[in-house]
């Protein structure tokens, strides 16, 4: 498991495009035949992707949780982008289509991932924070959840928000997440921007061409830098930075969120007049 640490405002000023990519830039997601997480110090939030081809994948805790199996002290959310594929909870099978999402609680023991067609293997992408109380597990179907319709035409920000987990939802510790699917000829994502102080938040943006990027922005209002990001990728926000983007072409991105509250309105609003 990849350890990245916390970061200092101030100190993120002074650093390279090199430094920030090392630093907040997810990159190597959905290897085949492989599990990859990435460990932050940011609200100890996990963010990882199993890709199962001729072989089921387990989830281990590994050394760095000092735990018996990765879910005893923690809960997950995982949303498969890829085709369709099966994730495993206790020797109990929960099929997840495109777009489909399961939450899975604390507690749970034995966490397996497993490909429809190997030839086609399913793209199993997680987050996962720690818990204090165990709730359900749901599989959340992307067709009958939460969504709602935002943005206009003449902003370039046309987007389908849906909501999988989150208290009037699926209920959790603090775990927080669903995806935005942005319309064709629209770009731009969370434009005028928002910091949340009490919330930190992980972007993967993906449905994304080859030849296409994505500029995503972060940093304070007043201090703001760009990771370029291509297909699959995700991007650390800590809770003092804006997370908003705007692409080549339209695209989609997994959002999940964790920290002291699970209010989804929680947020200090930018105006694009301070924005520097």
Known sequence: MEIRY???????????????????????LFQENEIKAVYS???????????PTEKPLKLEAGDELRADY????????????GPKGT???????YELDTKFGIYI??????????????????????????AHKTY???????????????????????????????????QSCQLVMGFTQLKP??????????????????????????????????GEPTETRHIVMRNEEAVISPSWSIHSGGGTRNYTFIWGMAGE???????????IKEIR
């Open 185 to 218: 000829g629209s770009v731009w994502n969370t434009m005028p921007c928002h910091t949340h102080d009490r919330r930190m938040e992980v972007y993967m943006y993906f449905d994304m061409t080859e030849d296409s990027v994505v500029f995503h922005y972060m």
């Open 105 to 130: 609680g604390m507690g749970s023991k034995e966490i397996i991932f497993k490909s429809a067609d190997p030839k086609k293997p399913a793209k199993f992408y997680f987050n996962s924070t720690p």
């Open 261 to 271: 509250n699970q209010v989804f309105d929680d947020m200090d609003a930018v105006s």
């Open 41 to 51: 110090h940011v609200d100890r939030i996990i963010t990882g992707s199993a890709c």
């Open 136 to 170: 359900p597990i749901a599989v959340i179907n992307p067709d009958t959840c939460f969504k709602a319709e935002l943005g206009t035409k003449e902003e370039a920000n046309e987007r389908t928000l849906r909501r999988f987990i989150h208290p009037d939802e699926v």
């Open 70 to 81: 990765f879910l005893q002290r923690r809960e997950m959310g995982i949303i498969n982008i």
């Open 87 to 93: 994730v495993m909870v206790d020797g109990v099978d």
């Open 6 to 28: 916390a970061s200092n405002p101030n100190d993120v000023k002074n650093y390279t495009t090199d430094r920030i990519r090392a630093d907040f830039l997810i990159q190597g």
